[in-house]
Nanobody, 119 residues
């Protein structure tokens, strides 16, 4: 089992910045990808950014150049961060941390953290 706990959400004005963090614990062996998803009001959940165990990253077109995903994996802790700059009102959503184990197809989700960007 893997437990994911997000932090860092909040209210920010358009053009501002926020940093989200996801603390992962449990059996992180063979977790291939860590990612951030978001779900805006009345919208489907969508992938925001993803990072592989090897450090490769992917971003949604809507956040390229504004958001940066990074991770830190060591024996003590596993953390995935999402640095969000030049925030827009359309970035308002609940942001979820995700971990995926490809060999079994298993996914784990955090409880989500609210990000609200005011215009």
């Amino acid at each position: 089992q893997v437990q994911l706990v997000e932090s860092g959400g909040g209210l920010v004005q358009a053009g501002g910045s926020l940093r989200l963090s996801c603390a992962a614990s449990g059996s992180m062996i063979s977790i291939n990808y860590m990612a951030w998803y978001r779900q805006g009001p009345g919208k489907a959940r969508e992938l925001v950014a993803r990072i592989s165990r090897g450090g490769s990253t992917n971003y949604a077109d809507s956040v390229k150049g504004r958001f940066t995903i990074s991770d830190s994996r060591d024996d003590a802790k596993n953390t995935v961060n999402l640095e969000m700059n030049s925030l827009k009102p359309e970035d308002t959503a609940v942001y979820y941390c995700n971990a995926r184990r490809m060999v079994t197809g298993t996914e784990y989700w955090g409880q989500g953290t609210q990000v609200t960007v005011s215009s």
